[in-house]
């Protein structure tokens, strides 16, 4: 008994982080690059700290899991992360960048809820696809389904940006920059575009996040929206880290609503140079 409630507390746990993770007053997910942009004529390296947290960037909660890390490189190979560790509060890991160009660090996930009832009790599980029909009776009563797929990431440059590594995987929600988001500066414009499954996100809105919220007392956040093809050019007013986050189907305005069949979020940490 004891250990069903157990299960059954992290599953709504999971349900809850999965849900509003992104949002603007929930626990955060985030992964931080001690540098995204780095200049150096020996070998370049980047720190990332993977965190969920009640302040932005503040590490006071639990460790991200680094499950379904992927690193990228600019020439699409991928990079195995070096001196993974794991934490009280923080997983963290360094990234050799031997080669020049910008690089994609992702944590990509997903999911499947389930719940029903069984002589009037409900049920619920949480997992992979693949597990789902050996997990969870196909004739359940009242079997209700959802699905979800996260994506949190961040982008590294190494002496030079390049581009390959923005390119789509065509899979969930994604943000494809027509600016190279370790390019951008205060005060000047950039070009982003978010796709889901390969196609324009159209009026998508999203939010951006500065860091150091627990120093200046105010969230700050600002929040955007996208044009018919899924892109828009805007200008970020201060220099600083920020989480830009994203999720698909958009929240809408009212009181409580059936969860969505699919749900996938986004999120991503960028760097903001000063003018």
């Keep these: 008994m004891m250990h069903a409630r157990k299960t059954l507390q992290k599953t709504l746990v999971a349900l809850a982080l999965a849900g509003a993770a992104f949002g603007a007053h929930a626990h955060k997910q985030w992964i931080l690059p001690s540098s995204t942009f780095v200049e150096s004529d020996k070998e370049a ?8 947290s009640e302040g932005l960037f503040d590490i006071d909660f639990v460790p991200l899991k680094l499950d379904g890390l992927v690193v990228t490189g600019p020439d699409g190979a991928a990079v195995q992360p070096e001196n993974v560790a794991n934490g009280k509060l923080r997983n963290s890991f360094d990234v050799k960048m031997a080669k020049n160009g910008t690089y994609k660090i992702a944590l990509v996930n997903q999911n499947v809820f389930a719940s029903w009832k069984v002589n009037g009790e409900t049920k619920r599980w949480r997992g992979s696809e693949a597990n789902l029909t050996k997990e969870v009776p196909a004739d359940a009563a009242d079997l209700k389904v959802t699905r979800t797929s996260s994506r949190i990431e ?5 002496n030079e940006p390049s581009d390959g590594v923005l390119k789509p995987t065509g899979t969930g929600l994604e943000l494809v920059p027509v600016t190279n988001p370790t390019e951008l500066r205060a005060g000047e414009k950039a070009t982003w575009r978010f796709l889901v499954d390969g196609k324009p996100a159209a009026n998508l809105p999203f939010s951006l996040i500065p860091g150091g919220v627990k120093y200046r007392g105010t969230l700050n956040e600002v929040r955007f929206s996208t ?6 050019t805007f200008t970020i007013p201060a220099a600083g880290m920020y989480v830009a986050t994203a999720s698909w189907p958009a ?4 009181g409580q609503q059936q969860p969505p069949a699919r749900r996938v979020m986004y999120a991503a940490t960028v760097e903001v140079l000063p003018e």
Excluded: L
Excluded at 45 to 52: E, G, L, R
């Design 227 to 232: 044009d018919a093809k899924g892109e828009i």
């Design 154 to 158: 961040t982008f590294v440059t190494a």
């Design 251 to 254: 929240p809408q305005p009212g």
């Design 45 to 52: 390296w980047v720190t990332v700290d993977a965190a969920i």
